[in-house]
Each structure stands twice: as structure tokens, then as C-alpha cells.
Antibody
Framework: EVQLVESGGGLVQPGGSLRLSCAVSGFTVTTYRMSWVRQAPGKGLEWVSYISYSSNTIDYADSVKGRFTISIDNAKNSLYLQMNSLRAEDTAVYYC????????????WGQGTLVTVSS | EIVMTQSPVTLSVSPGERATLSCRASQSVSSNLAWYQQKPGQAPRLLIYGASTRATGIPARFSGSGSGTEFTLTISSLRSEDFAVYYCQQYNNWPPITFGQGTRLEIK
């Protein structure tokens, strides 16, 4: 059974850092393309970052470029999002999501982890 | 960046009736369009990809159509579990992958 479980969210002050984790099971994280997608409270979905199978291709939304870093740990079968210089507008539920094979839409999502940036 | 615009923002429909949701792209996305359903407190669920292909396990009452810039999601006979927020997503020109702002389907 495919499962994605996020962790690492919480309350952080503006300018602070957090590292989100997404532990996956039921598949090997390096054999699928993966993304992070966020949703601000009461708002819609916003794609944040993408990583390809072998981490050769990495992309970011302009809103997080230079502040966030996506990565994969093959040994732990996990996806990560290092978030630095956090701003109030980064407050959101962060989902990790798997891109389906051969097409780009997201076929599996985690349950999300809430990040709140506030003083 | 391709902007996705969904209409209406809120749609009120009675159970058993048909619901038609629209999504428009600011430029052609070919058939690289997906639809998701999201219920409160839950992650989105993939319904449709390739504009018209149902994802695994999605009931036949959900159908998608369109290409280029105009797309439609139709739910043929609404059931109570279908009332949710629906998002379209383009994956033709990316990054960034972009979503519509969502249509809330509510019980009339």
C-alpha cells in the first residue's frame, strides 16, 4: 500500500527555519517524481517544488526560490523540504505528493503538515 | 505562467442532479489537464488526468472533457459524498505547475 506521511510542521517565527519530512512506503522514492504542494488556510493549492527521479531536475515556485530546498534520502526512502527565511505568507498546510508514472498529475498525497509563521 | 480560472466559484446542486464545472487556461495546455476533489481536512484526490481519463477507482459518474483552453468536469448524478471543492491543474507548461482557484460544490 502506498503511503506518504509528512512531519516537521509547527510554529516558527518570521525569518526562522523548518525542515519538513515525507516518509514514503509502498514504493521507492527515487523511482518516482515528487513534489511539495501547499495550501494556505482557506485558500487553494499552490505547487512549491519538484524533484525528478534521480534528483537531476529540481524546480521551485518563484515565491520560494532561494529560500526552500527539496531533497531525497534514498536510504530513508524520504522526501524533504528545508525552509529558510520563513515569512508569514508561507503559513500553510504542506503536502508531499507523488507524480503518477508517465504523466505529471499527483496520484498520491500525504495528509499534510501545518506550518505557521508568526511572532 | 499559465493562469487557470475556474467557474463558478460556488455551485449549488441537488443530489441526483448533474453538476458541470468549468476551467479555462490563459493559453493552450493541450490535454494536459487534471481534476482533483478535496474534502474538508483531507488531501486532494486525483479524479481525471489527460483532460478525460478517469484515475484508478474513480466512478464513471465523473467525466472530463475539453482541450486547449476550455475544460469541463461533469458529475452526472450527484451523491452526498461528491459535495467538495474541485480543482483543475495544468501540467503542459511548467514550472510552475498551476491550479485553478477551486469550485465549491454545495448541496442545494
Amino acid at each position: 500500500e502506498v503511503q506518504l506521511v509528512e512531519s516537521g510542521g509547527g510554529l516558527v517565527q518570521p525569518g526562522g527555519s523548518l525542515r519538513l519530512s515525507c516518509a514514503v512506503s509502498g514504493f521507492t522514492v527515487t523511482t518516482y517524481r515528487m513534489s511539495w504542494v501547499r495550501q494556505a488556510p482557506g485558500k487553494g493549492l499552490e505547487w512549491v517544488s519538484y524533484i525528478s527521479y534521480s534528483s537531476n531536475t529540481i524546480d521551485y515556485a518563484d515565491s520560494v526560490k532561494g529560500r526552500f530546498t527539496i531533497s531525497i534520502d534514498n536510504a530513508k526512502n524520504s522526501l524533504y523540504l528545508q525552509m529558510n527565511s520563513l515569512r508569514a505568507e508561507d503559513t500553510a498546510v504542506y503536502y508531499c505528493a507523488r507524480h503518477s508514472v508517465n504523466v505529471l498529475p499527483f496520484d498520491y498525497w500525504g495528509q499534510g503538515t501545518l506550518v505557521t509563521v508568526s511572532s | 505562467e499559465i493562469v487557470m480560472t475556474q467557474s463558478p466559484v460556488t455551485l449549488s446542486v441537488s443530489p441526483g442532479e448533474r453538476a458541470t464545472l468549468s476551467c479555462r487556461a490563459s493559453q493552450s495546455v493541450s490535454s494536459n489537464l487534471a481534476w482533483y476533489q478535496q474534502k474538508p481536512g483531507q488531501a486532494p484526490r486525483l479524479l481525471i488526468y489527460g483532460a478525460s481519463t478517469r484515475a484508478t477507482g474513480i466512478p464513471a459518474r465523473f467525466s472530463g472533457s475539453g482541450s486547449g483552453t476550455e475544460f469541463t468536469l461533469t458529475i452526472s448524478s450527484l451523491r452526498s459524498e461528491d459535495f467538495a471543492v474541485y480543482y483543475c491543474q495544468q501540467y503542459n507548461n511548467w514550472p510552475p505547475i498551476t491550479f485553478g482557484q477551486g469550485t465549491r460544490l454545495e448541496i442545494k
